[in-house]
């Protein structure tokens, strides 16, 4: 049995990989049945003509959308991608040879980091992270370096976008061997929007030393009022080394869909559709189709106030703020979001009522959100498991929080919180 153990053992390359916080807490739901506002998708509908579409595309004459499709992007889908970016980025993009569909964003990821991140190539990977970035680096054979965004400020309303990178510690990060950069914005689990100059001292840095920009938009359309979304790609002298990722799990609140794209040079997209071909291949034909009915309608009214990437911001902003309200009169510390669906909150103020010890994890995050999923009925993730090793204690008195939720939802979650503040 030895034997056998020893020889199908884990890969080296995997090792250092095996624990996922999404697998141990959405199990950890299921056993505990809290209200759940950890992980990051709707509970409420998704557009009516994006779900209508799949149906119809199921139900059609058209028997060959039940089959496969071509291998990098369905035909549909590539051509309505191309002319949403060509718009978005100012520039025409080839949909045969500039734009890749992917299995979700997640393989969107994974092809363009195993396709670009050799042995010893090292990665900068801005923290907090989503959590896939560093194993998906390690498995390629490169080199994680990371750098945390900071808080700059403590006291008062506190806003995502103070927190920021420190200038002199990026640049000591470049050097001859660093291959590419990975920045996501809107950010999770922060919610901050990069700005213009933000952007520009990443860009500045990439042209100097030559390195890859990997651009994970994502919650592209989630950006709340004054704050606007700048595409890295825009920027000059940054089309030729970005690649950009997005999804239709975000964009149209379909997450079970798993469809994402990435677009760029068609020198840098070969190599992630090398990696793409001998992996997944192609994605699902219907699925494809009908995100491509889906944008073909919003294209129709893109800027308009009826446009869904209008109306979903403006719809979750009172979510937003009503989360942040909540939090803070139960004495947590919110940091109130620029963009996306996510928000974290500084938990310290109520650890005295916390009975941190009945958990055995290392990090107090951990515990703290364990506790609460067992024994008050809320569910967050800890943020700490967005941070690498040498970093986690930087989160450790946070919990992130998701408010793509139905408006009961979140008045549930208010009352759970205020009914445990009153209780001595």
């Not at 090792?15 to 950890?38: D, F, R």
């Not at 500039?98 to 969107?108: F, N």
């Not at 669906?341 to 958990?359: G, N, R």
Request: aromatic share 12%.
């Amino acid at each position: 049995m030895n034997e056998i153990q020893n020889k199908f053992s884990l890969p080296n390359r995997y090792k250092g990989s095996e624990k996922s916080v999404w697998v141990e807490y959405i199990q950890l739901a299921l056993e505990h049945k809290p209200l759940n506002l950890g992980q990051g998708f709707p509970d409420f509908a998704a557009p009516k003509y994006v779900t209508s579409a799949l149906a119809d595309v199921a139900n059609g004459e058209n028997v060959l959308l039940q089959q496969y499709t071509r291998g990098y992007g369905h035909p549909r889908l590539i051509n309505a991608l191309s002319k949403l970016y060509s718009k978005l980025i100012g520039r025409e993009i080839n949909p045969q040879t500039e734009i890749l569909v992917t299995s979700g964003a997640y393989e969107a990821l994974f092809s363009t980091i195993v396709g670009h991140v050799d042995d010893g190539d090292e990665v900068i990977i801005i923290e907090p992270f989503f959590d896939c970035y560093e194993p998906m680096v390690r498995t390629a054979g490169g080199i994680p370096k990371f750098i945390p965004l900071r808080p700059t400020k403590t006291d008062g309303v506190i806003s995502s976008a103070d927190w920021a990178l420190d200038k002199s510690e990026l640049e000591a990060l470049f050097n001859n061997k660093t291959k590419m950069i990975i920045v996501n914005t809107p950010h999770n689990p922060l919610g901050k929007v990069f700005t213009q100059s933000e952007l520009e001292m990443i860009a500045d840095l990439c042209k100097k030393w030559n390195v890859l920009c990997v651009s994970d938009e994502v919650y592209e359309w989630m950006v709340y009022k004054p704050n606007t979304h700048i595409r890295i790609a825009t920027l000059p002298g940054m089309w030729e080394r970005t690649i950009t990722i997005g999804s239709a799990g975000k964009t149209f609140s379909v997450t079970g869909w798993k469809t994402g794209w990435a677009y760029g040079p068609a020198n840098l997209m070969g190599n992630l559709q090398m990696v793409h071909q001998n992996c997944v291949y192609t994605c699902c034909t219907p699925i494809q189709e009908a995100v491509a009915r889906g944008f073909e309608l919003e294209l129709s009214r893109l800027g308009q106030d009826e446009c869904y990437f209008m109306s979903l911001p403006r719809e979750l902003e009172a979510k937003r703020d009503f989360m942040g309200k909540f939090l803070s009169d139960v004495g947590m510390h919110p940091v109130i979001p620029e963009g996306g669906y996510f928000m974290i909150a500084d938990w310290s103020p109520l650890a005295s009522k916390v009975q941190l010890e009945t958990e055995t994890d290392k990090y107090r995050d951990y515990r703290f959100t364990k506790w609460m999923t067992k024994k008050i009925g809320l569910q967050g993730i800890p943020p700490s498991a967005f941070y690498n090793v040498s970093h986690k204690p930087l989160a450790e008195n946070y919990v992130r929080y998701c408010f793509i939720k139905e408006d009961s939802n979140l008045q549930k979650a208010a009352a759970i919180l205020q009914k445990w503040k009153s209780q001595g």
